[in-house]
């Protein structure tokens, strides 16, 4: 499933993850688990 925006993926993992996707991913850059939601 292919968001058309990237603001989509990001809005719905900040609605499950809200603290996991701002703060863990802008401090781990490294990791590319969000690329893979």
């Known amino acids: ?4 925006d ?7 993992a900040k609605l499950k ?3 996991y996707w701002d703060e863990e991913c802008l401090q781990t850059p490294s990791n590319d688990h969000k690329d893979e939601l």
Do not use: E, G, L, R
Request: aromatic share 36%; hydrophobic share 45%.
């Open 1 to 4: 499933f292919i968001y058309q």
């Open 17 to 19: 993850y809200p603290y």
């Open 6 to 12: 990237w603001t989509m993926p990001h809005i719905a």
